[in-house]
C-alpha cells in the first residue's frame, strides 16, 4: 500500500502540465464569453439599423408632396427590410396625427399598416402627450413606426425580441400627407 501512496503524493506534488489544464479549464469560458460580446454588438447594431431605418422612412414621407398609396407603402416597407438586413418579419404603420389644441388631444387623419400590426385611430393616440412632441392648434405631423423580429446569432444569453422604432416628422413640403387607396 505504501508504494501506491507514495506515487499518488509524487504525482500530487508535480507542476508540469498545469498550463494544459488551466487552458482546458478556461478556454470554454473564454469562448463564450467571446461569443456574447459578439451577440451584443450584433444585437445594438441591429437596434440601430432599425432606428436609422426609421428616420429615413419618415423623412422619405415626410418630403412627399402628393398623396402616398398603398404601392409606395409597400415599398418603404421592402426598403427599411434592405436597409435593416434583417431576417425576421417586419411590420410597419405610417400615421397622420394632428393635434386640436381646443381639446388638448390628438386625432388621426389615417393611418395604414404593413405586417401583422393594426392602424392607430383617433382613439389610440388621444392623450399621447408623452409620445407625441409639443404642437401648435391643427398642426399635423407623420408617425412611423416599425418592428422587426430580431433573434442573436448565438445563444448566449439574449433572447429573441422584437426591436420596435418610433420616429415622428412634420411635413416638409405641404401641409400634410395624404392617402390615397388608389
Same mark, same amino acid.
Given at each position: #500500500?505504501?508504494?501506491?501512496?507514495? &506515487? ?7 507542476? =508540469? ?6 487552458? #482546458? $479549464?478556461? #478556454? ?6 467571446? @461569443?456574447?460580446?459578439?451577440? $451584443?454588438? =450584433? ?11 426609421? +428616420? !429615413?422612412?419618415? =423623412? ?6 402628393? &398623396?402616398?398609396? *398603398?404601392?409606395? @407603402? ?8 434592405? #436597409? !435593416?438586413?434583417? !431576417? ?18 390628438? +386625432? ?10 393594426? *392602424?392607430?385611430?383617433?382613439? =389610440? ?5 408623452? /409620445?407625441? *412632441? ?7 405631423? !407623420? ?11 448565438? /445563444? ?14 412634420? *411635413? ?11
Amino acid at each position: #500500500m505504501r508504494p501506491i501512496l507514495s &506515487a499518488l503524493k509524487g504525482f500530487l506534488r508535480r507542476e =508540469d502540465g498545469t498550463i494544459a489544464l488551466e487552458t #482546458m $479549464i478556461m #478556454m470554454p469560458l473564454i469562448f463564450w464569453a467571446y @461569443l456574447s460580446m459578439y451577440s $451584443i454588438f =450584433d444585437t445594438y447594431r441591429m437596434y440601430n439599423l432599425n432606428q436609422t431605418a426609421t +428616420y !429615413t422612412i419618415g =423623412d422619405a414621407i415626410s418630403r412627399e408632396t402628393q &398623396a402616398i398609396d *398603398p404601392d409606395y @407603402l409597400r415599398g418603404m416597407q421592402e426598403l427599411f427590410e434592405y #436597409m !435593416t438586413r434583417g !431576417t425576421g418579419e417586419t411590420a410597419i404603420r405610417v400615421t397622420s396625427i394632428w393635434f386640436d389644441a381646443d381639446e388638448n388631444r390628438y +386625432y388621426t387623419d389615417w393611418s395604414q399598416v404593413r405586417g401583422w400590426i393594426s *392602424p392607430l385611430n383617433s382613439g =389610440d393616440v388621444r392623450n399621447w402627450h408623452h /409620445k407625441l *412632441p409639443v404642437m401648435p392648434n391643427n398642426e399635423r405631423v !407623420t408617425l412611423v413606426e416599425t418592428w422587426l423580429d430580431f433573434e442573436p446569432k448565438f /445563444k448566449t444569453g439574449l433572447e429573441q425580441r422584437e426591436i420596435h422604432n418610433f420616429a415622428f416628422t412634420r *411635413p416638409r413640403y405641404a401641409p400634410r400627407t395624404s392617402w390615397s387607396d388608389s
